[in-house]
């Protein structure tokens, strides 16, 4: 069974920075992609980043794109996604994804963590 398990969530002020981890287990392949989604309340749940784990292709959207980077140690099957500048609008609950078929990033998720909370307020 293929397990997320994210920490880092918080609260932090406009301008201010977090690191999101996830830590996937539970699958084999060396050959996969990982990545977080957000929701915020009264609103569908986003993609705001993907990296494949054999050939380090990031996928941002536009919202997110220059403040948040994702990256993967592969040795330790975790993510890490570092948020700067953070926004208000930034406040969600942010849930890791993994991609296990041939698709990566692009293809359909094959498993969600259980979120973990983001607020940006002053």
């Known amino acids: 069974e293929v397990q997320l398990v994210e920490s880092g969530g918080g609260y932090v002020q406009p301008g201010g920075s977090l690191r999101l981890s996830c830590a996937a287990s539970g699958f084999t392949s060396d050959d996969y992609a990982i990545g977080w989604f957000r929701q915020a309340p009264g609103k569908e749940r986003k993609g705001v980043a993907c990296?494949?784990?054999?050939?380090?292709?990031?996928h941002y959207p536009d919202s997110v794109m220059g403040r948040f980077t994702i990256s993967v140690d592969n040795a330790k099957n975790t993510a890490y996604l570092q948020m700067n500048n953070l926004k208000p609008e930034d406040t969600a609950t942010y849930y890791c994804?993994?991609?296990?078929?041939?698709?990566?990033?692009?293809?359909?998720?094959?498993?969600w963590g259980q979120g973990t909370q983001v607020t940006v307020s002053s």
């Open positions: 994804v993994v991609h296990l078929r041939d698709l990566g990033c692009l293809g359909p998720v094959d498993a």
């Open positions: 990296i494949g784990s054999s050939d380090s292709n990031t």
